[in-house]
């Protein structure tokens, strides 16, 4: 079964930092892009980062661009997100999500064809 | 505001036909790129349901189906059905944004 698995959210102090993981399973994980989507209590979709299949392409939204930092381990089989400097804003669910294309060179996605559960980001003093 | 506008709401009876509308413009939907369609379920994550503006994954129902014309894209499901009702997001890519990009969303009533 394709599988992805966030980890990592919790509560945080606004400026301080956190690191979310997803683990993956069930497809061969160096061949596709992965991202992270979010979504604010209540609100829509948001991409927030995309990675290719080979690190070779990273892209970021503009609303974390320089805060946050994105990187995967293949051996690992697993995605990561270090987000820095968290504000109120970055509160919400964040989404791990696989491309339904193999070996895209875009850092942002065709379509997302698997998504893990969501880990929950609490951004309060 | 999101870059694709999709109404807040729709609603139908239950054996009826919806339509919910992604309008974008010349920088994504109208420059070719293709929009997909997502539905997010009460309390769970978001699953494809078009891709490429009009193919349906494996598992998904025929009552789905996709459109694309000019700068907007819609999604049409027949045969309402009550396990039907959810929220529903269009992507797509903004070249002048240099981003991917999500309709805010649209909520699905089945009366």
């Known amino acids: 079964e394709v599988q992805l698995v966030e980890s990592g959210g919790g509560l945080v102090q606004p400026g301080r930092s956190l690191r979310l993981s997803c683990a993956a399973s069930g497809f061969t994980f160096d061949s596709y892009a992965l991202y992270w989507v979010r979504q604010a209590p209540g609100k829509g979709l948001e991409w927030v980062s995309g990675i290719t299949w080979n690190s070779g392409n990273i892209g970021y939204a503009d609303s974390v661009k320089g805060r946050f930092t994105i990187s995967r381990d293949n051996a690992k089989n697993s995605l990561y997100l270090q987000m820095s400097s968290l504000r109120a804003e970055d509160m919400g669910l964040y989404y791990c999500a696989k491309d339904g294309i193999k070996y895209t060179i875009s850092s942002h996605p065709h379509y997302m064809d698997v998504w893990g559960k969501g880990t929950t980001v609490t951004v309060s003093s | 505001q999101s870059v694709l506008t999709q109404p807040p709401s729709v609603s139908g009876a239950p054996g009826q036909r919806v339509t919910i509308s992604c309008t974008g413009n010349s920088s994504n939907i109208g420059a070719g790129y293709d929009t997909h369609w997502y539905q997010q379920l009460p309390g769970t994550a978001p699953k494809l349901l078009i891709y490429?503006?009009?193919n349906r994954p494996s598992g998904v129902p025929d009552r789905f189906s996709g459109s694309k014309s000019g700068t907007s894209a819609s999604l049409a499901i027949t045969g309402l059905q009550a396990e039907d009702e959810a929220d529903y997001y269009c992507?797509?890519?903004?070249?002048?944004?240099?981003?991917?990009?999500f309709g805010g969303g649209t909520r699905l009533t089945v009366l």
């Open positions: 490429g503006n009009n």
């Open positions: 992507q797509s890519y903004d070249s002048s944004l240099s981003g991917s990009v």
